[in-house]
């Protein structure tokens, strides 16, 4: 079983791209964002809890994420790996991520991060809430929040990250295609 982490600040393509990924290599897409937001739609407890919190541009509590992805993993044994996008987000969140993954045997085999410069970023956002009416996208200071939140918290996991070998840079600047065909080639080397 192989595990990817796929990394990038708000708007760099990691969930457009991770789709295509899980696919093609016959991987589990586990998209923390996709889950919570599955529980905001439910109307379920842990859903309003939780928009207060994304809608403001902040993190979610690590024991609620490292809960919802034990579950997903424990009731999907027979799979090729995963593919995490979009957790963890904070070095604690890493090495939760890395015991519970260790007490299954398992292990992160690979970061992938998508490089995108600030403009080309809030440019993304912004065309996705006109597609997606994902209200995060669309308010120009909680973009600014939400990239600030991710270099404060998130960026600290590449150093992290690159002392286990497993930190990969990737270009995020071009066409989707482009893009993927780059991340294709790093984790063929792995698979």
Excluded: W
């Excluded at 990817?4 to 589990?28: D, H």
């Excluded at 403009?119 to 669309?138: F, H, W």
């Excluded at 998130?154 to 270009?171: A, F």
């Amino acid at each position: 079983m192989v595990n990817f982490l796929i990394f990038g600040p708000p708007g760099s393509g990691k969930g457009t791209q991770s789709v295509r990924l899980a696919e093609k290599f016959n991987l589990i897409h586990l998209s923390t964002g996709d889950m919570l937001r599955a529980e905001i739609a439910a109307g379920t407890e842990l859903g309003k809890k939780m928009s207060q919190i994304m809608s403001k541009g902040e993190l979610v509590p690590d024991e609620v994420v490292i809960e919802m992805i034990a579950f997903k993993i424990d009731n999907s044994r027979d799979a090729a790996g995963f593919l995490f996008d979009g957790f963890p987000r904070t070095v604690s969140q890493t090495e939760a991520l890395e015991k519970m993954l260790n007490e299954r045997g398992m292990k992160i085999d690979s970061m992938l991060v998508l490089d995108v410069d600030h403009d080309e970023l809030v440019k993304r956002l912004i065309a996705r809430a006109e597609l997606s009416g994902r209200p995060d996208d669309k308010d120009p200071a909680v973009i600014e929040n939400r990239i600030d939140v991710y270099k404060e918290k998130t960026e600290p996991i590449i150093e992290y990250c690159s002392k286990r070998g497993i930190y990969q840079p990737v270009n995020g600047m071009g066409t989707i295609e482009d893009i993927f065909g780059r991340l294709t080639g790093y984790m063929k080397e792995i698979i």
